[in-house]
C-alpha cells in the first residue's frame, strides 16, 4: 500500500509552484489542447446534443398559452413547469433553492466535480460548440498553435475574421434564449417585431449579454471555471478520499517513464506521453493529483486509454475513481457524511413537496379595516368592514364568491364584481353583517368561504367584533 506520504515523494511537487494558464512572464498562457477522441467524449457529445435541444427547445415551450419557464428576475415573476410563482411564494423558493444546494453538495461529496465537465452550461457551450467551432475553422491543436505565432497576413486575418464573426453570431443566439428565459419567448418576438427603436434599452441589454457570452467564449475560457466559478472553489471542502473523481492510478503508473531497451529499472504503466496532458481544456496534469483546476471532463481518460491499448496494457490508468479506491483498493463507501446529507435532502425535499402540493392558485389574506371597529346598522344589524387581498396565480381571470355560514350572519360585497384578473392583485372589500340578536359575544369567529369555479379554493377565519353591551 503506498501512504500519502509516499505518494508526496513520488510525484514532482513542481506542478504546485506554476499555474498552468499562467506564463513565466505573468501573463495568460493561452491554451490549445488537442480534440479528444474516444467512447467518454462520443458519450458527452451525444448528452451535449440532447442538453442543447433542451436549452433551446424549452422558451418555446407553453402551458395554457404561458411559457413552461421563465426567471422575469426585475418582475419578481417566476414560471416553473407552467406554475406561476410571485413574491409570496417566498418560502417556496427559498426551500427550492436550500435543496439544490444540498443535492449539489451531496453530489459533489460522492461523485465530485462531474456536473462541472458533463452539465454546466459553461463547459456544452465551450467545448462543445465554440471549441468544435475552432477546431473547425483553424484546424487541430498544432495548426491553431501555429497560427498564434505566425505574423499578420492574409491567410491569418481572413480566419480571425471568420471566428469573431461566427462567434458572435452564436454569441447573439445565445443572448437572445437567455431573455427568452428571463422575459419570455413572445416578448423577444414582440420586441423583434416592433424593432429596435421601440426597445432601445433591452437591445442594448441584448447586446451587453452578446458581448459577455463573446468574450467568455473567444478569450476567458477556462478561465471561468479556475478563477470565477465558485462551486470549483467549494472542491477543497467538499471532496474526500471517498468521493469518486477523475483520477490517476499512481500505484499502477509510477514510477513513470518511457520504456527504453537499455534500462531495466522498474516501470510503472504510465509512459510519460503527456497524451493526457495535451487533451485537458484547463491545462493541468491530472498524475498531480485532483486540482482546483479539473473539471471532470474525461478527456484525459480517453487520451491515456487509447495509449494504454496500443501499448496491450490494461485500460483505466486513468478513470472515475476515489483515493481510497486506488490506494487501497476499496470500494465505493456509504459514509457518515453521505448519510447525514441524505437525511438533510430527504427532509427538506418532503418539506417541499407538502408545500407545492398544498399551494392555493390564489393567495388571500384577509383583514378587517384599519380604524373601524364595528358599525351600527338599519334593521338591529351591526357590521364589521374587511378587505381581502387576492393573488390570482393562475393564467385566467377568477370570478370569486365569498360566503359565511348562515349562523354567522351574511357577507355583502362593496363595489364591483370580485374579478381577479390573471396573475394579478385585487383587493375585495366586504362587510359582514350580523343580527344584534345573533350578537352574544364582543369578540367572536367568522368562516369565510371563499369559492371560484364552482369549488371552494380556500376558507379563512376572522374575528367579528359586536357592541360592548351584547
Ligand atoms: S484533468 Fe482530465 S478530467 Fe480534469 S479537466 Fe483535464 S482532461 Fe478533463
Ligand atoms: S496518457 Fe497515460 S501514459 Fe501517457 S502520460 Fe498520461 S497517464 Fe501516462
Redesign the pocket.
Known sequence: MISADDKENIIDQAFRDSVATINQKGKRNFLFPKQPKGPLYNKRTLASIIYLIVFFSLPWIKVNGEPFIMLNVLKRKFILFGQIFGPQDFFIFALGMITFMVFIILFTVVFGRVFCGWACPQTIFMEMVFRKIEYWIDGNFHKQQQMKTMPWNAFKIRKRLTKITVFWLISFVIANYFMAYLISMDEVLRYVHEGIGAHAGTFSALLIFTSVFFFVYYWFREQVCIVVCPYGRLQGVLLDKNSIVVA?DYVR?EP?GKVKSHDHAPKG?????????RVCPTGI???NGTQLECVNCTA?ID??????ES?DRPKQ??RLASENNIAQKEKLKITARIKAYSTVLLLIVSALVVMLATRDSVDITILRTQGMVYQQLPGEQTGNLYSARMFNKTHRDILVELSIPAEEGKIEIIGKQPLIEKESYAVITFLVKRNNKQITKRKSTVHIEIRAEGKTIATKQTTFIGPVNS
Open positions: 490517476y503508473g513513470r504503466d504510465c509512459i510519460d506521453c503527456k497524451a493526457c496532458v496534469d491530472i498524475r484525459c487520451a491515456c486509454d487509447e495509449i494504454m501499448l490508468l486513468i
